[in-house]
């Protein structure tokens, strides 16, 4: 390698909470910044350090010695400290792509508050493998180079390579040394320091360790990595430049920025391969580089909330706060931004990962609870003026009852809901003799059609906050009823008294154990499995919804079994199956499942084994069927008081296929079933276990096999399948190869180990566990973006609230703010700018396909202007539109954002 450049990068590697609480590192974080600035000070030609790609340090570092502000602010506006692009190195897999744009953006507005650019590097060094779309992501904010370690091994790529996207947006990359990855430099100069050797020795070991580094890539340009978790800085750095300099007299030695590599390595693009797509390859050499696989699966009530949090936050607080201030109800831009910071702080992957400390997921719970309560008081804040604009001071007893939808898209669907009443309403019924008092009452739509509904609960002399924060009494009643909703608005329903009996008779089930509507049937097995069939395709889908437990000897990072497991199978235990709802629109099953477990694992003095002691697994499902859906929904409680087990739930699929898919963010892959046994004799093995963001689903690629599914009237069902989809907190998922064409859903693992400690209780999440999700079948022309929406429909329920009205309301038509038409093209968010421009509109949408697609925005307010932007809201080009819309072209895996100006 002729006239090579060398480039030490000096940095330390900050886990911010981790095998110590948040307080614990920062203690060490005050002393290594404090040495950090002296240092630099003291010595002009030290000349670069990098803060790990994150900003946060700089918020925790200042609270504590707010008096060295000024010292490290002129440091980072002269270059010499490197800051941004991210808040905090979240981890891919877990939150969401809205989360890790408003995660580099919150970088970017601390870099310019510290007066720089943020980094233009996409600083990835130790995440636990990588989504599909980050180099896009990366070059929404003018990102063109990335760095990371895990998800490839060296022998798949050299050191510089081409890191991809579906839609063909590329970062020049450079993959860490599987050994000892961020830190392989310092390693070297540790032990030359540690063993004290002789300066001609320690030059001897940088120059075997660079010419290995050389070896790695045909480009001669090398990168030595001198980074740690939680390294300080190197004061003596000048020294090993100089012993480098004397090594390699002809190569240039740079000790700077490392955006100075990357433009660099432009001018070799074109010869670095390319890698497209999710890297998540276990690690084969020995060393460090391991991929860490079941941090999806760990300490399932984080990955929940997290879940929820986000869904707050993008389905309802940031449309409803923009909705809000266009209407006449300005928010506090302040909030929203809090909210988010709260959630954030819980991304790094040692936090949001679940392989923590029990004090870290601890204190993660605060944050959750925070983001929660602000997004969720910002949305009341609106929806409650609104209801409260339609009450009446007098009332026979008739109600408005109000519905949002806060999805982009109408939905004719069915919805649980409670209608709050007075103690005492004007108009009651009970059946002879007077066994049971309910209120009767006739609910129509703005058309004045009766809507009939089934009455599923009543809670007599139950305490409630009213809009106006007021405890009252209130005879509840729950009910369900098909309601047709408005895209990104509300629709009206008026509730009436009424004299005579309020009965609907028709039911969707006329048996104990089945139900149908148009597009599916459903039957419950003996054995608490259930059966869905296609009535279109007339494929049925038998003995889904088991599940097995099998023992836990793993931690945070990883699942592992004992040799000598029991893997227990609900298919055998008691079973209880109910009625619990069936009205003229739903109908639900309760099945409740006590599996005898082992109680906990033993230590014995030749090994581990799970113990004879046994405790009940308490299981209880609600299985739903409702009119219209084609997709059987399912809400479980799980009691586990049962320590050191996993639990997975079983859907056969029967189908035979190689390939299953699963949703990241902004995008689906496919992946092979089964695992690569050739990894066998790996550091790592391959886990048939992998992330998924809740879908995840399998279809079949020519005529139907057996494994348990039935042929309808043709053998041709090319393209039809099953689909999981999840809304909470389920993010690891299996295709093995089996004769069933199973998927395994990892519900939860409970163990016991935490790092550097004897153990501790968080991680065996003893006590209530809940799930939601729906099994969809689909057709050929299902689409990705369908199964998306229906992601959102489970995640984003209908907010209902009623108040007295005249009896002479007429309920008004419903009304849709904003609607984006439905095609390949989904909507990420809608939310206001980032610099808070009045009237303005920040609108992100995707494109879930290999082909280009298109789609409309419509808007209730005259648009003055539209224009695609960067991922960090700066005009790019302005685009034609019309003064209630404007048309979107994305082409394949596109992620685009569109800033839009409004009439006031």
């Not at 091994?153 to 970062?171: I, K, L, Y």
């Not at 009651?428 to 059609?449: A, R, T, V």
């Not at 609960?457 to 809009?467: F, P």
């Not at 099998?550 to 609900?570: K, T």
Request: net charge negative; proline share 5%; hydrophobic share 35%.
């Amino acid at each position: 390698m002729s006239k090579p450049t060398i480039y030490y990068y000096s940095s330390t590697h900050w886990d911010r909470e981790w095998y110590e609480s948040f307080q614990g590192f920062r203690f060490r974080l005050v002393e290594m910044m404090n040495e950090m600035i002296e240092v630099m000070e003291k010595q002009a030609d030290f000349q670069t350090f990098h803060l790990d790609g994150q900003t946060i340090v700089l918020e925790d570092f200042i609270e504590i010695a707010p008096e060295k502000k000024e010292q490290l602010a002129r440091l980072i506006q002269e270059g010499r400290v490197v800051i941004g692009p991210w808040y905090v190195m979240p981890d891919e897999f877990l939150v969401s792509g809205e989360s890790l744009i408003r995660n580099l953006l919150i970088g970017r507005h601390i870099s310019k508050e510290w007066g720089t650019e943020p980094w233009k590097y996409g600083f990835v060094c130790d995440i636990f493998g990588h989504i599909a779309q980050m180099p896009q992501i990366f070059n929404g904010f003018d990102i063109p180079y990335a760095l990371l370690g895990r998800g490839l091994n060296e022998q798949d790529v050299p050191a510089h390579f081409r890191w991809s996207s579906p839609d063909g947006s590329e970062c020049l990359t450079f993959k860490l040394q599987d050994h000892s990855s961020y830190g392989a430099f310092l390693v070297v100069l540790l032990n030359a320091e540690n063993k004290h050797l002789s300066p001609e020795d320690t030059k001897e070991s940088i120059r075997k360790a660079i010419d290995l580094e050389m070896t790695r890539s045909p480009i001669p340009v090398i990168l030595l990595m001198d980074c740690q978790d939680h390294a300080r800085i190197r004061p003596n750095t000048g020294d090993y430049l100089k012993m480098i300099r004397e090594l390699y007299p002809e190569a240039e030695i740079r000790h700077t920025n490392l955006e100075q590599m990357g433009r660099q390595l432009e001018s070799f693009r074109d010869q670095m391969p390319v890698r497209q797509g999710e890297l998540n390859e276990p690690g084969k050499n020995p060393g460090s580089n391991y991929l860490i696989t079941h941090t999806l699966s760990s300490r399932y009530p984080l990955k929940q909330a997290n879940d929820e949090c986000q869904v707050l936050l993008e389905k309802w607080a940031e449309p409803i706060a923009a909705l809000s201030d266009l209407t006449g109800y300005p928010i506090p831009h302040t909030y929203i931004p809090l909210a988010y910071k709260y959630l954030i702080k819980n991304h790094p992957h040692d936090s949001i990962c679940g392989c923590s400390i029990d004090k870290v997921h601890q204190d993660m719970q605060y944050r959750f609870d925070q983001s929660k309560e602000i997004a969720r008081l910002v949305t009341e804040s609106f929806l409650n003026k609104e209801i409260k604009r339609l009450e009446s001071k007098e009332s026979d007893g008739t109600r408005v009852l109000s519905l949002w939808n806060p999805l982009f898209f109408p939905r004719r669907c069915v919805v649980t809901l409670d209608i709050d009443f007075d103690p005492g309403y004007s108009a009651q019924f009970q059946e002879p003799f007077g066994y049971e008092l309910k209120n009767s009452f006739k609910i129509y739509d703005y058309q004045g059609k009766k809507i009939p509904y089934g009455l599923i609960q009543i809670k007599k002399n139950y305490n409630i906050k009213d809009h106006e924060k007021a405890t009252k009494v209130v005879d509840r009643h729950t009910i369900s009823l098909e309601v047709e909703l408005p895209a990104m608005g509300t629709a009206v329903y008026k509730v009436v008294p009424s004299k005579e009996p309020s009965r609907y008779l028709d039911r969707l089930s006329r048996t104990d154990r089945e139900a149908e509507n148009e597009y599916v049937k459903l039957v419950i097995n003996d054995n608490g499995t259930i059966m869905v069939t296609d009535k279109q395709s007339g494929i049925r889908y038998d003995n889904l919804l088991s599940y097995l437990d099998n023992g836990e000897i793993g931690d945070g990072w990883y699942h592992a079994s004992p040799v000598e497991d029991r893997i227990i199978s609900s298919r055998g235990a008691d079973c209880t199956i109910e009625t619990i709802e069936n009205g003229p629109v739903r109908t639900v099953f309760q099945i409740t499942h006590e599996i005898k477990i082992p109680k906990y694992m033993e230590q014995q003095v030749h090994g581990l084994r799970r113990s004879n002691e046994q405790v009940k697994l308490v299981i209880r499902s609600r299985i739903g069927l409702s009119q219209g859906a084609h997709y059987v929904d399912v809400e479980t409680a799980i009691d586990n008081q049962a320590r050191d087990h996993r639990l997975r739930l079983v859907i056969p699929t029967g189908i035979l296929s190689t390939s299953y898919f699963v949703n990241q963010q902004f995008a689906f892959v496919e992946r092979k079933t089964g695992l690569r046994t050739e990894t066998q004799s790996w550091k790592e093995r391959d886990v048939p276990e992998k992330q998924m963001n809740g879908i995840v689903g399998k279809r079949f690629e020519g005529v139907m096999g057996s494994g348990g599914i039935e042929a309808g009237a043709e053998a041709g069902v090319s393209g039809t399948g099953l689909a999981f989809v999840s809304a909470y907190g389920l993010h690891e998922c299996a295709a093995p190869d089996d004769q069933n064409g199973s998927l395994h859903i990892t519900l939860y693992r409970s163990f016991q180990k935490t790092y550097l400690t004897n153990g501790e209780d968080g991680g065996q999440i003893i006590g209530p566990l809940s799930f939601k999700y729906a099994l969809a079948v689909m057709d050929a022309s299902t689409s990705y973006a369908d199964l998306t929406r229906l992601q959102e429909h489970l995640q984003a329920d209908v907010y209902s609230s009623s108040v007295k009205v005249d009896e002479a309301f007429v309920p008004a038509e419903p009304i849709s703010y904003f609607q984006l038409s439905e095609s390949d093209i989904c909507l990420s968010i809608l939310k206001r700018p980032e610099d808070n421009k009045g009237g303005e509109l920040i609108v992100r949408c995707y494109n879930l396909s290999e082909q280009a697609s298109f789609a409309r925005f419509s808007s209730f307010k005259t648009i003055k202007n539209v224009t695609e932007t960067n991922l960090y809201e700066e005009a790019v080009k302005e685009i034609a539109h019309d003064p209630d819309g404007f048309d979107i072209h994305l082409e394949k895996w596109k992620i685009q954002t569109f800033r839009i100006k409004l009439e006031h």
